[in-house]
């Protein structure tokens, strides 16, 4: 089952604009994860974000934590060309680190 | 320091026939994972290991797949007999505890 549902499910910028996703989950959580994937590649871990944060800033990324309303949003400010992939959420529960993903959101960033 | 192995990158199959992946994780990962990613979707949980013991298989297909860890290090996971909706990527990942996953170029099944 996926917990996290991402929006938009596609997502086509020009060079140099921000890309914000977002991702909702159903059940409480313990930390919510955000990867990148590159076609055909495995996926890259971006950011950690625990469920005590509200804010975490990686180099041009900034994730939000709303356990309230039970969201995410990923930010990717002064996009590149390079930042097109599939970004996909995932969310850890209990004690084993078992990750729940997304489906995803699909970038295009336009030279 | 290398990263998650997997071996073979792709295979082509025809259905019923059975087929073998292997993941080497990263050294001193005690936690490693099997995904299945079918195209399009994200990655779904399979099977996940501390050391050579599961911890959670419960979305594994028992039926048909399988998966070890003898010694607490490499892995394999094994489909037999396969069918044309295994066609996936299927993804091996480890951890050192319970956070940050790495993950491996993964393994492009195609089921004829």
């Known amino acids: 089952s996926q917990q996290g549902e991402e929006d938009p499910q596609a997502l086509s910028i020009q060079e140099g604009e921000n890309a914000t996703m977002n991702c909702s989950y159903k059940?409480?959580?313990?930390?919510l994860q955000w990867y990148r994937q590159n076609s055909g590649r495995g996926l890259v871990h971006l950011i950690l974000i625990r469920s005590n944060e509200r804010e975490k800033h990686s180099g041009r990324l900034r994730v939000t934590l709303d356990t309230s309303k039970k969201s995410s949003s990923l930010l990717i400010t002064a996009s590149r060309a390079a930042d097109t992939a599939s970004y996909f959420c995932?969310?850890?529960?209990?004690?084993?680190?078992?990750?729940?993903f997304g489906q995803g959101t699909t970038l295009q960033v336009k030279p | 320091e290398a990263g998650v192995a997997q071996s073979p990158r792709y295979k082509i199959i025809e259905k019923r026939q059975s087929v073998a992946f292997w993941c080497n994780p990263i050294?001193?990962?005690?936690?490693l994972y099997w995904y299945q990613q079918i195209l399009g979707q994200g990655p779904k949980l399979l099977i996940q290991f501390q050391n050579n013991g599961v911890v959670d298989d419960s979305q594994l297909p028992k039926d048909r797949f399988s998966a070890e860890r003898l010694k607490g290090v490499d892995s394999t996971l094994k489909i037999q007999p396969a069918k044309l909706e295994d066609s996936a990527v299927y993804l091996c990942?480890?951890?050192?505890?319970?956070?940050?996953?790495?993950f491996g170029p993964g393994t492009r099944l195609t089921v004829l």
């Open positions: 059940t409480s959580i313990n930390n």
């Open positions: 050294s001193g990962h005690a936690t």
């Open positions: 995932a969310t850890s529960s209990g004690n084993t680190g078992k990750l729940i």
């Open positions: 990942a480890s951890s050192y505890g319970t956070g940050e996953q790495f």
